[in-house]
């Protein structure tokens, strides 16, 4: 083969790189808070149990330098940005009036209340020259905050809303240098500069797709994978198994060497061991060795138990505990075993309860049945211990007999005993342990003839001689190390000195001074002790090597261990070191021994390399690559198959057929010497110790089973064997095979020694989307940079991308001493992977690629172009006047249309009960005069009761009180105010009488009320200019509110938001007149105004419908006939009272149905989160409404306060109903938690339901006392991205619960209709929810009054079929669906479920997606995630999570929401945001105000933790 340089690698590295042209990021950096950094850069020296930073004992470590920090929120300031364009949009129904304006937060605490109940915030007042004109005929609804000349520009001046929500903290959002990019939203310039770098970056050619993807529709079907013609393909002729030399001549058994040394020799040194001074403190000699291990066996088989029931007996297993600084007390227990025919099983000392991987080391124990474990003495004091002093039991472990082996802990051995020798056969001689990859632990079994045979081999390969003495760094418990320094040396009677590991961390010379002192002719060490050795020795000049004849390399075949080998040639041939005595080896647990390179005789000759092509080997092909060093691989040979054994390479996957001579394989061997099954798993055993190759032909090509080694690799024309890697290290990503040697190797060639530790770097794979994902893990040093190290990042990324064209997914930096360590300092690579999946890892830096490596995502949806249009033919006689109507292009889910079924389904329609029959004991049509009414037939009447914080009645009110007080204020409406019938007036007050009182008032005085939410006292700069911009929308000339309210809005602070002078006149209520009005106002028509309703959306965007006295009179009838809500009632409601339902609840139904209202305002929960609870106990409410941020907070802060809530009395079981409000989707898991955690005092789960509004209709649904239970069923979440409803089964993959959202209300038409084509959908088909009631609201607020056009969201018709009806589109997607229940009338009954609003959705890859089913599964990865949002930016998606744990925890969940959110809903995250708690804005209702958010990141105001830009 071709001869190269050892550096050939590091070149390769230094040409890819040099391809990419100047160290530039490739993508943004990253985003780190200063206190992140700062923790982060806090330096932990490396310890001394273990670990590979001994490399740098020499480097003076520093601090590292503050990063840059993401988020610098300070002064607040106007906001640039974009109204949404106002071009027709079907598909959704946008509120009139845009996002307010925003001021900053300089603080947190309480100052979030105001921004939390209003759902936004504002900034001051437009410019002058600013004003408002009318604007052009838009179908949706105007814009009538809009402060440019032109309402269809897309660059006008709106602010920045930002909100928090009850008990959560404030969004700390702040100021930053702005600007506008395209579309004119606000940002940052510095966040827009990174988003746009990284746009720039993703828009780059990627490497071509996969052949084979999946496709997302339903089945998933795979594409059948097309063949390559251009990949590399195995062409050479079918290998033969090779053959080994013959081994020599037979030998005793190692027990009869033993005694023969002990009984010819017995001064002989057999072991000197040194401590961590380099001292010897052990010096065993070959009789000692002999002694205490005949009296170790003695003890064994007579000292244990009884003679009747012996603890041990002949064949059972005994687990050897000892530290790896003590080879004297391990050899004597291990011999001690042999002699006693006992198998020892060696495993490494549990240090503490939770060691890495000792809880599988356990259960190898268990299944051995092991019950006596041998150690030391000074071990064994070292034991963590109980209290009482008893060893600890260690988790996974059986419980053990430890004893301990020193001959003053051991009973005296009689003369006349003497063990038997036992001949060697196939009984189990020693079981050594593995770890797979996957973390778990198997136990290899080794026969007595293996164990001899293995050492036979091992003296002939290596060429043994009595009395050599050998230099031991490895572990003499397993692998090389056993097999060498304690098995063969015995039969060869060599002096072996044994190096323990901490005296490597110490002085990294140590064994090469042993050499010189013991002029030792064999040294045992790994690349890792030769790398250490060249850093640490230019101190040494008293170094000869001469006596060396071979220096046997235990890792030799790992591809960075080539470089290793050289380097100490080329520094230590001037030492006496030959040239050819450096002798790589490889070895598997499996089949011990599979091949040495023996020393050479001419030193002068050069061991062979292969220079192979790393593109080919990925696809199992030996292709010579001299030319191109991009993507190389430089292999040294591990010379020649052992003594006595046959090796073939057959092929990875399925039937073991024999390789191609130009094909990698997995190397095959025939010994005796080999393992011979895995202990207690005969099913693996047989896959393993009993493989038979075949030929291409199938035929067999030996009648003895082969074992596998777990190693890939091949045997050259010369005999010479490669070793290219591990089946446990191979990475499986799109089809090909990558070894992760290889790319640590890479890593290393980055920049080595000045990033990272050599020895810690960690690479593995995940699973991610049904394929492999490769993730880099690496331990950074101290004074790295965090500009440095990201720099890094980038350039191993660009290494590995260019060497072996693969992309990295995931790329991690975590602080020296924090990744979990195997007994001898290495990387044990199963925990750091779980600990990964897990989120524990804590990392300093993270880079995520993903755009980059996920390259088999579903196709994107491609949506039919073009109109769609209907054409409509008649029948003949025959179908008696049948219209059918057909349509080219799809609308809805058929293409026919037969009176009530579409496509043989029947149409999506549903109705409440009939309005017109239902009995009613009065019928007005004004709310004014039902109060009249009750004031004079039931004055007493208590109506209202308003609780206070303690659960005290704070006041009450009865009919006459309510009639009397609204008189007075209709009184002083008509004398100080003058106005005129009809005009607004604005109603500030907080949660209680006085809102009711006044809103009744103003209907008596024939005023439009109109309900705002007052300042909050402690942060009236930001929540004030929200109140000014209700009031000037709303158009009220007057503001009613208390003298406590007055004032603060004549204060200086409210004066400095908005100028006192521009507020219209305020009234005091707190002082009413004595007179009453002279008469009270009756409209004069029912379809007049009767109040005004401003909320605000999900999105942020504030919108004011119109109620008439018509509506408000239905839609209150309909829900007293539904709750049977009667005046011996009593309902508890702890709901906002000033938009929506919880208007309509809090003040309007008691009136109209006489029923009792207990008032409890959701604000009290903040200091008595068990008021809610305690006060529907008390008064045994059967009826209660409330909030999602009500049940939400009686779950969060009661969750362990149930028992205590029982012992108060607290009980539940009275609760018939109890309904939460919301305009959204029922939130199952929240509900289905409120209902689990109060069972107990008595809440029935079937009473807890979901009501559904909208802005265009107050009340949809809403749970009655007679209707059937909600039902709950399981949709295809998948299906739901194509617009379509799958049912499948509870716990089925990517199944998604949907509640129903109550009983169709009486006096309301559903139908669900295509947003699109408004053509009307079949059943159980997702569309639009379309609705037709008499209790809808007449259309959106608008400053031009009656000019503005009407909206066809209160006035729209379907494009066939019952085309003269009028619907109001809600602008909520669902579907209908019939049950199996029926209703009261026997009729069945039919359940509507909300999916979610049109304007939250996002269109991502052609798919409609639904911010909550994202954040639902982001929340669910970690447990640190608080609260989730995400939004879209620049087509790029971007989640913000709010962290509940330390900031050390921030980095973990970077990876955590990628995955889940790829293997749940197949979506790149582009930038995932961590913050602090509270981040996330959420409004009255506990909506999330998605917008909101995504302009405080994008202007630079979150102050986050961290921000990653997945690449």
């Known amino acids: 083969m071709t001869l190269t340089r050892s550096d050939v690698h590091s070149e390769a590295v230094q040409a890819a790189l040099a391809k990419h042209g100047q160290r530039k990021m490739a993508v943004p950096m990253p985003s780190k808070r200063r206190s992140l950094v700062a923790r982060n850069s806090a330096y932990t020296p490396p310890d001394t149990s273990s670990g590979s930073e001994g490399e740098d004992s020499e480097e003076d470590h520093g601090r590292a330098r503050a990063g840059r920090r993401g988020g610098n929120a300070a002064v607040a ?36 209340k105001g921004l939390a109940q209003h759902g936004l915030c504002l900034c001051t007042p437009a410019a002058p020259h600013q004003q408002h004109r009318k604007p052009e005929m838009p179908s949706a609804p105007p814009d009538v905050t809009s402060s440019t000349n032109n309402a269809a520009t897309a660059d006008e001046i709106q602010g920045e809303k930002k909100s928090g929500g009850g008990h959560r903290q404030t969004c700390k959002y702040g100021n930053a240098e702005l600007m506008e990019t395209g579309d004119g939203v606000p940002v940052s310039s510095r966040v827009s500069a990174k988003i746009q770098q990284l ?13 084979e993807f999946f496709v997302d529709d339903f089945e998933e079907l795979l594409e059948a994978q097309q063949p390559d013609p251009d990949l590399p393909k195995a062409e050479g002729a079918q290998t033969e198994p090779a053959q080994g030399e013959e081994l020599g001549a037979e030998s005793p058994c190692l027990e009869a060497a033993l005694q023969r040394w002990a009984s010819v020799s017995p001064k002989s040194p057999c072991l000197t061991s040194v401590d961590a001074n380099g001292k010897p403190f052990c010096q065993l000699t070959y009789g000692k060795l002999w002694s205490r291990s005949v009296k170790v066996a003695y003890n064994l088989s007579h000292k244990l138990g009884t003679k009747q029931e012996p603890l041990v007996r002949a064949g059972d297993r005994v687990a050897l505990v000892f530290p790896n600084n003590d080879p004297g007390s391990f050899m004597t227990a291990f011999y001690g075993c042999l002699l006693a025919d006992v198998v020892p099983v060696p495993v490494e000392v549990p240090l503490t309860r939770k060691d890495a991987g000792g809880q599988q080391i356990g259960f190898l124990l268990g299944s051995c049945g092991i019950s006596v474990a041998l150690t030391s003495d000074l071990c064994h004091k070292g034991l963590p211990k109980s209290p009482t002093g008893d060893i600890l039991h260690f988790k996974g472990w059986p419980k053990l007999l430890w004893i301990v082996t ?64 050998i230099v031991n760094v490895l572990d003499f418990k397993k692998d090389v190390g056993l097999w060498h320094a304690v098995l063969t040396s015995v039969m060869n009677m060599l002096h072996v000195v044994s190096i323990p590991y901490a005296l490597m961390k110490v002085n990294p010379l140590a064994w090469i001074q042993k050499v010189c002192q013991f002029k030792a002719k064999v040294a045992c060490v790994k690349s890792r002790d030769m790398h250490w050795a060249l850093v640490a020795h230019r101190d040494q000049r008293d170094i000869n090597l001469a006596s060396l004849r071979m220096l046997l390399v235990a890792d030799g075949a790992n591809p960075w261990s080539v470089s290793s080998c050289d380097a100490f040639l080329n520094v230590f041939c001037t030492k006496g070191l030959k040239s050819g005595i450096i002798c790589p080896c490889a070895g598997s647990p499996e089949a011990l021994s599979v091949a040495i390179r023996r020393p050479a005789k001419d030193t002068s000759e050069t061991p062979p390399r292969g220079v192979l092509s790393m593109y080919s080997l990925s696809h199992g092909v030996i292709r010579l690559d001299s030319d191109d060093k991009l993507a190389v691989l430089a292999v040294q040979d591990v010379g020649r198959v052992m003594p006595g054994a046959v090796m073939c390479a057959v092929k990875m996957d399925g039937v073991p057929q024999l390789c191609k001579s ?73 089809g090909r095979h990558h070894n992760a040697d290889d790319i640590v190797a890479t890593a290393l060639a980055v920049e080595p020694m000045k990033f990272v530790y050599r020895g810690r770097i960690a690479v593995f794979s995940i699973e991610v989307l049904h394929d492999e994902r490769i993730v880099v893990v690496a331990e950074q040093r101290p004074d790295s940079t965090e500009e440095d190290s990201f720099q890094w990042m980038s350039r191993v990324l660009q290494a590995i991308d260019g060497i072996h064209r693969v992309g990295v997914y995931c790329l991690v930096l975590v602080s020296p001493n924090t990744l979990p360590k195997s007994p001898l300092g290495g990387i044990h690579l199963c925990e750091t992977k779980q600990l990964f999946l897990e989120g524990a890892l804590h990392p300093s830096n993270v880079l995520m690629c993903p755009h980059t490596c996920v390259t088999n995502l579903p196709k994107p949806r491609q949506k039919q172009p073009g109109g769609r249009r209907t054409h409509v033919r008649t029948l003949g006689r025959a179908s008696r006047g049948l219209r059918i109507f057909w349509l080219l292009a799809e609308i809805g889910p058929a293409s026919v249309m037969l009176g009530n079924l579409v496509s043989g389904k029947r149409i999506a329609q549903a109705s409440g009960r009939d309005l017109t029959q239902a009995e009613d004991s009065h019928q007005f049509l004004f709310l004014s005069e039902v109060l009249q009414w009750r004031a004079q037939s039931t004055p007493e009447h208590v109506l209202y009761t308003l609780l206070n914080s303690r659960g005290a009645t704070a006041s009450s009110v009865t009919c006459s009180q309510l009639h009397k007080k609204a008189e007075k204020v209709a009184a002083m409406l008509a004398e100080r105010s003058h106005l005129r019938d009809g005009d607004h007036v604005a109603l500030l007050y907080p949660p209680g009488m006085e809102l009711i009182v006044s809103f009744y008032g103003c209907l008596y005085a024939g005023c439009v009320p109109v309900t705002v939410r007052p300042p909050h006292p402690r942060d009236v700069a930001t929540t004030l200019p929200t109140v000014k911009m209700i009031v000037e929308v709303s158009c009220s000339v007057c503001v009613l509110t ?75 009838r309909s829900i007293k ?39 409890i305002p959701p604000c009290e929960l903040e200091s008595n989160a068990s008021l809610w609870l305690w006060a529907v106990s008390q008064h045994k409410v059967r009826d209660t409404f409330c909030s999602y941020g009500v049940v939400d907070t009686s779950t969060r802060g009661l969750a362990m306060q149930t028992d205590a809530l029982k012992s108060r009395g607290v009980d539940l079981s009275r609760v018939r109903t109890c309904v939460v409000v919301a305009e959204e989707r029922p939130r199952t898991s929240l509900t289905r938690s409120f209902s689990k955690l109060f069972k107990d005092l008595g809440l029935q789960s079937r009473a807890v339901s979901t009501a559904f509004g909208c802005r265009v209709n107050m009340a949809v649904c809403l749970q009655g006392t007679s209707g059937p239970d909600p039902t709950t069923v399981f949709v295809d979440m ?96 669902g579907f209908l669906r019939r049950t199996q229940l029926t209703d009261a009338n026997g009729e069945r ?73 790829l293997e749940e809903h197949y979506l790149i995250v582009g930038v995932v945001v961590v913050a602090d708690v509270g981040v996330v804005p959420i409004n009255s209702r506990g909506e999330k105000q998605r917008m909101h958010l995504r302009d405080g990141f994008l202007a630079d105001q979150l102050d986050p933790v961290y921000v990653a830009y997945n690449m």
């Open 77 to 112: 300031g106007r906001v640039v940005a974009a109204r949404r364009s106002s071009a027709p949009m079907p598909t959704r129904p946008p509120p009139p009036l845009p996002r307010p304006p925003a001021v900053g937060v300089t603080g947190r605490g309480r100052q979030a």
């Open 406 to 469: 020193e001959s003053n802990h051991l009973s005296k051995t009689p003369r006349d005993w003497l063990p038997r020798i036992r001949d060697p056969g196939p009984d189990t001689a020693y079981i050594e342990y593995k770890t797979c990859k996957d973390g778990g632990v198997l136990g290899v079994t080794v026969s007595r003839a293996a164990m001899l045979t293995h050492c036979r081999a091992l003296t002939q390969a290596c060429a043994y001689t009595e009395a050599e003495t």
């Open 1278 to 1373: 998948r299906a739901l991205r194509h617009d379509r409803v799958r049912l499948v089964e509870k716990g089925s993959p990517h199944s998604l619960p949907l509640m129903e959202s109550g009983k169709i209300l009486p006096g309301v038409r559903i139908i669900i209709a295509n947003p699109e084509t408004k053509g009307p959908m079949g059943e159980s088909h997702l569309g639009e929810i379309w609705v037709q009631s008499s209790h809808n609201a007449s259309g959106y607020m608008s400053v031009y009054g009656d000019e503005a056009p009407p909206s066809d969201h209160f006035a729209s018709r379907l494009s066939f079929g019952d085309t003269h009806s009028q619907w109001s589109r809600t602008g909520y997607l």
């Open 199 to 211: 746009v720039n970056t993703l828009k780059r050619p990627k490497r071509p797709p996969l052949r």
């Open 1042 to 1116: 208390t003298q406590v309210i007055s004032k603060l809005l004549r204060s200086k602070e409210a004066s400095a938001a908005v100028d006192s002078r521009t507020w219209p006149p305020i009234l005091d209520t707190d002082d009413l007149p004595k007179k009453k009005a002279p008469l009270l106002y009756k409209p004069s028509n029912s379809d007049t105004l009767a109040y005004l309703d401003f909320s605000v959306s999900t999105t942020g965007m504030l919108a004011g419908v119109k109620m008439s006295h018509a509506a408000t009179s239905a839609l209150c």
């Open 662 to 734: 130009d094909e990698v394989g997995e190397l095959c061997v025939r010994t005796v010497a080999t393992g011979s099954s895995y202990y207690g798993l005969s099913g693996r055993t047989k896959n393993t110790f009993e493989v038979v190759p075949v030929t291409s032909a199938g035929t067999v090509v030996d009648d003895s089973p082969f074992t596998r080694t777990g190693l890939l690799g091949f045997v050259a024309a010369s005999g010479l064997v490669y070793v290219a890697g591990k089946i446990d290290g191979l990475l499986a990503v799109g």
């Open 1389 to 1461: 009954h039919d359940a509507l479920y909300v999916v979610g609003a049109l304007e939250e959705a996002m269109e991502l890859r052609g798919m409609r997606y639904h911010p909550v089913d994202i954040e639902t599964s982001v929340v669910r990865t970690h447990k640190s995630i608080a609260q989730c949002a995400v939004f879209t930016w620049s087509n790029l998606l971007v989640a913000v999570v709010e962290l509940a744990a330390s900031e050390q925890e921030a980095l973990d969940l970077v990876p955590l929401v990628t995955n889940a959110v």
């Open 1121 to 1159: 006939l539904q709750c049977e809500l009667y005046p011996s009632r009593e309902v508890a409601i702890c709901l906002d009272p000033y938009c929506g339902l919880g208007l309509v609840l809090w003040c309007l139904c008691s009136v109209y149905s006489g029923h009792r209202s207990i008032l």
